[in-house]
């Protein structure tokens, strides 16, 4: 068995190689972990074919969960033996990787390694989206697009909990179903109709108050244009490719709008604000209120399939790497 997925090369889901790779003892402030299971993410894909640039070779992945087999000098707080997830530490596509003691978080009784894997990046991103970037409240509108996706079924599910209406867009009726399940109110094929227009009608020509877009180049334009006066648009990611420039003007054009492109590493800078986020997540997957959808789970060496379906769309919730 493989004990890693590494890139020598950028480019395709084949460039992803099972590979042996030597893990070195935890220096001081880390922790080694066997690694339960690894999350797959959009991130990584950028990664893979050179989007973001990165030093070759590499191992992907950023989050995931297990549990801890030894620990390097000056840590405290963490025990061999201790279930423990993370996000934002490279290399976790692999059956043990050393990471930073400072981004761990203790996963609690009753929450599975593989939920708390699941939970992590895409968890605190959706967080930090509807906690902070835009403070979702009573009464406001929220459009989040991909809304059965990772991240688009845990921001229906936070933003309906904090008492919003909220529209979804999905590509099928299976996704459809997935995100009314969720508490979509309304759900739009955004392959079908026009979905600026849509939420126009839904909203009495006024526009949502938020827009969480992870598409990006496909669906931009059109995420401006069903905002509402000084609306925001959280940009916080790019499935469908980079934006292209745009004047700033647009922005005024439209009624006084915003624009942000978050990222989790600004929104858990702190340990006491990763706490925060990962506790509330954490608390909401015990009481009920939070649904974890992992949508499929795959051999460590089959990385490369997980790629592919993750932006061939034909996955819904999380996909996992399992060691």
């Not at 030894?70 to 840590?75: K, L, N, S, T």
């Not at 999905?170 to 969720?182: F, H, I, P």
């Not at 827009?211 to 990006?216: E, I």
Request: no cysteine; glycine share 12%; net charge negative.
């Amino acid at each position: 068995m493989p004990t890693a997925v590494q890139v020598t090369k950028t480019g395709g889901p084949e460039v992803l190689e099972p590979a042996e790779v030597d893990v070195a003892a935890p220096k001081a402030g880390e922790l080694l972990v066997d690694v339960a299971a690894a999350g797959v993410n959009y991130i990584d894909t950028y990664q893979r074919q050179g989007v973001y640039k990165m030093e070759l070779p590499f191992v992907p992945g950023l989050e995931g969960a297990g549990t801890v087999a030894a620990v390097g000098p000056d840590v405290t707080g963490f025990a061999v033996g201790d279930r423990v997830a993370w996000q934002g530490s490279l290399g976790s596509y692999a059956a043990r990787k050393v990471l930073p003691a400072s981004i761990a978080v203790k996963v609690p009784e009753g929450v599975s390694l593989e939920t708390a894997a699941a939970t992590m990046l895409q968890g605190v991103t959706a967080h930090y989206l509807v906690a902070s970037t835009f403070e979702v409240k009573p009464g406001h509108d929220v459009l989040v697009h991909a809304a059965a996706g990772g991240v688009g079924l845990l921001l229906v599910q936070l933003a309906k909990a904090r008492g919003a209406r909220v529209f979804g867009t999905v590509s099928t009726d299976e996704k459809a179903e997935l995100a009314r399940g969720a508490g979509a109110d309304e759900v739009i094929r955004y392959d079908r109709e026009d979905f600026a227009k849509r939420v126009r009608e839904l909203t009495d020509g006024e526009g949502v108050d938020v827009v969480y877009d992870g598409v990006g180049k496909d669906t931009f334009d059109a995420s401006l244009a069903s905002l509402k006066v000084r609306g925001l648009l959280a940009l916080f990611g790019a499935a469908s490719g980079p934006v292209p420039a745009f004047d700033p003007q647009r922005l005024n054009a439209g009624g006084s709008l915003y624009l942000t492109r978050p990222t989790s590493v600004h929104y858990a800078r702190t340990r006491e604000e990763l706490d925060w986020r990962a506790k509330e997540l954490f608390d909401a997957v015990l009481a009920g209120d939070l649904d974890i959808r992992i949508g499929g789970t795959y051999p460590l060496a089959d990385a490369r399939r997980a790629h592919e379906d993750l932006q061939g769309r034909r996955t819904t919730g999380k996909l996992l790497l399992i060691p």
